[in-house]
């Protein structure tokens, strides 16, 4: 018996020695083909090397960032970055007199926009510098999940994990100001629902300063901080929010009157004849199939969490996992009275994705929880569509020679949107 434990000893030492051997060229590699070595890092991601080398790829894909439509957001940075290499100290400190007054309303574009336009009008520093940002933040909230699918992996905890990886990819940078801010108020509720962290809280509050409407999902995240767990009172209100959407457009509405300046005048535009009859009129020119990706994917989701409300009593679970699940049904409530403002309902519908898979996950790494099996086979089709769905939109913005050998190659000539490789 004592030769057995050393063998499997020795076989444990010369993996990690293995591992350590990969960890040391991975960085080499990464100058040689940066798109090898995100693969090599990516299955080798327990390694502190391979997860540094999967940033610094989030932030070459930024530096080699391309815009393939000039109807997406990051056009209009470009726009910007070039008025603002043109303007004056002054003129930017004028601007910020009037944040939250007027017209402008996030600090962190526009602050990110005036300080690259100091040395350079390159639109690729700056799409450099928002993805190391969004991609920091990214990967700290893949780490924890991946964290609980390493203590029982198997095929449940990948398939969610992989999902909850391309809910908001880093091609999600292209909306700089609301994804951004997902993720750094994603990552800091999730410390304040699991571990009661109320040091996050402040870090949940800045989202507030990337995106102006985080404004409403930090006061859902303050009122399950004081309330905490009341599943009586959240699932009836997740059911009633469902049914009666229109329900609280009246509170939304003075809630937008209360801070006045640029926040009301926001909100009122989002709620204006005209900007839903815009928003419709887009809808009617977009392919069917991403708007059902999205609503299957919400639906599958959404019954899943009420499945697993009704089997849950019988299910042994712990403190992290009944706060997660209180919460979420709250934060669907806030979601499902949001629907009828269009893009703000259906903006905060993926930040609820991100819950309710990280939910999954820490479901899934449980022994025994194989009666749940059979909804991660269910859930494939919609995980699936969304996926193809998030990469056909998201190719719109990759560099087609992000792909190639030579650090900086894309960075030489003009760059080719791999959508129009593919497509």
Same mark, same amino acid.
């Given at each position: 018996?004592?030769?057995?434990?050393?063998?499997?000893?020795?076989?444990?030492?010369?993996?990690? #020695?293995?591992?350590?051997? &990969?960890?040391?060229?991975?960085?080499?590699?990464?100058?040689?083909?940066?798109?090898?070595? /995100?693969?090599?890092?990516? !299955?080798?991601?327990?390694?502190?090397?391979? #997860?540094?080398?999967?940033?610094?790829?989030?932030?070459?894909?930024?530096?080699?960032?391309?815009?393939?439509?000039?109807?997406?957001?990051? !056009?209009?940075? &470009?726009?910007?970055?070039?008025? !603002?290499?043109?303007? @004056?100290?002054?003129?930017?400190?004028?601007?910020?007199?009037?944040?939250?007054?007027?017209? &402008? &309303?996030?600090?962190?574009?526009? =602050?990110?926009?005036?300080?690259?336009?100091?040395?350079?009008?390159?639109?690729?520093?700056?799409?450099?510098?928002?993805?190391?940002?969004?991609?920091?933040?990214?990967?700290?909230?893949?780490?924890?999940?991946?964290?609980?699918?390493?203590?029982?992996?198997?095929?449940?905890?990948?398939?969610?994990?992989?999902?909850?990886?391309?809910?908001?990819?880093?091609?999600?940078? *292209?909306?700089?100001?609301?994804?951004?801010? !997902?993720?750094? $108020?994603?990552?800091?509720? +999730?410390?304040?629902?699991?571990?009661?962290?109320?040091?996050?809280?402040? /870090?949940?509050? /800045?989202?507030?300063? +990337?995106?102006? %409407?985080?404004?409403?999902?930090?006061?859902?995240?303050?009122?399950?901080?004081?309330?905490?767990?009341?599943?009586?009172?959240?699932?009836?209100?997740? +059911?009633?929010?469902?049914?009666?959407?229109?329900?609280?457009?009246?509170?939304?509405?003075?809630?937008?009157?209360?801070?006045?300046?640029?926040?009301?005048?926001?909100? %009122?535009?989002?709620?204006?004849?005209?900007?839903?009859?815009?928003?419709?009129? *887009?809808?009617?020119?977009?392919?069917?199939?991403?708007?059902?990706?999205?609503?299957?994917?919400?639906?599958?989701?959404?019954?899943?969490?009420?499945?697993?409300?009704?089997?849950?009593?019988?299910?042994? @679970?712990?403190?992290?996992?009944?706060?997660?699940? %209180?919460?979420?049904?709250?934060?669907?409530?806030?979601?499902?009275?949001?629907?009828?403002?269009?893009?703000?309902?259906? #903006? =905060?519908?993926?930040?609820?994705?991100?819950?309710? @898979? $990280?939910?999954?996950?820490?479901?899934?790494?449980?022994?025994?929880?194989?009666?749940?099996?059979?909804?991660?086979?269910?859930?494939?089709?919609?995980?699936?569509?969304?996926?193809?769905?998030?990469?056909?939109?998201?190719?719109?913005?990759?560099?087609?020679?992000?792909?190639?050998?030579?650090?900086? /190659?894309?960075?030489?000539?003009?760059?080719?949107?791999?959508?129009?490789?593919? $497509?």
């Amino acid at each position: 018996m004592n030769i057995g434990i050393s063998k499997y000893g020795s076989l444990l030492n010369e993996r990690t #020695r293995v591992a350590d051997s &990969v960890g040391k060229y991975l960085y080499v590699l990464f100058l040689i083909w940066p798109f090898l070595s /995100l693969i090599a890092a990516i !299955a080798n991601y327990r390694l502190k090397e391979s #997860r540094i080398v999967v940033y610094m790829f989030l932030v070459y894909y930024g530096l080699t960032f391309v815009i393939g439509n000039l109807n997406m957001d990051s !056009a209009a940075y &470009v726009t910007q970055l070039e008025r !603002a290499s043109e303007s @004056t100290l002054r003129v930017f400190l004028y601007q910020l007199r009037g944040l939250y007054a007027e017209n &402008v &309303v996030d600090i962190y574009s526009s =602050f990110m926009v005036f300080l690259v336009s100091r040395f350079t009008s390159d639109y690729r520093i700056l799409f450099a510098i928002f993805a190391s940002v969004f991609g920091y933040f990214h990967l700290k909230s893949i780490n924890l999940l991946h964290g609980f699918h390493r203590e029982n992996p198997n095929w449940n905890t990948l398939i969610f994990l992989v999902f909850f990886i391309i809910i908001l990819p880093i091609t999600a940078v *292209n909306g700089v100001r609301m994804w951004t801010a !997902a993720w750094i $108020f994603f990552y800091a509720a +999730i410390h304040v629902v699991l571990y009661r962290d109320k040091r996050y809280l402040l /870090l949940a509050l /800045l989202s507030i300063l +990337i995106h102006w %409407s985080f404004l409403t999902a930090n006061v859902v995240l303050l009122i399950y901080f004081f309330l905490g767990n009341r599943d009586l009172i959240y699932g009836p209100l997740a +059911i009633v929010s469902y049914l009666l959407q229109d329900l609280l457009m009246p509170v939304f509405s003075r809630f937008s009157m209360y801070f006045g300046g640029a926040i009301e005048n926001r909100y %009122s535009g989002y709620t204006s004849e005209g900007y839903i009859s815009g928003v419709a009129l *887009n809808q009617e020119q977009t392919a069917w199939f991403v708007f059902l990706s999205y609503d299957l994917a919400f639906y599958f989701l959404f019954a899943t969490l009420f499945v697993i409300f009704w089997i849950r009593k019988k299910v042994q @679970t712990d403190e992290k996992e009944r706060n997660l699940f %209180s919460f979420i049904l709250l934060f669907l409530s806030f979601v499902n009275f949001g629907r009828p403002i269009p893009s703000f309902g259906f #903006r =905060f519908q993926i930040i609820f994705f991100l819950f309710t @898979t $990280f939910y999954l996950v820490m479901l899934f790494a449980k022994e025994g929880e194989k009666r749940l099996r059979l909804l991660s086979l269910l859930g494939l089709a919609p995980l699936l569509l969304y996926a193809a769905v998030n990469f056909r939109v998201g190719s719109e913005t990759i560099n087609a020679l992000l792909f190639s050998p030579g650090l900086g /190659l894309p960075l030489l000539v003009q760059g080719i949107p791999l959508a129009e490789w593919l $497509f």
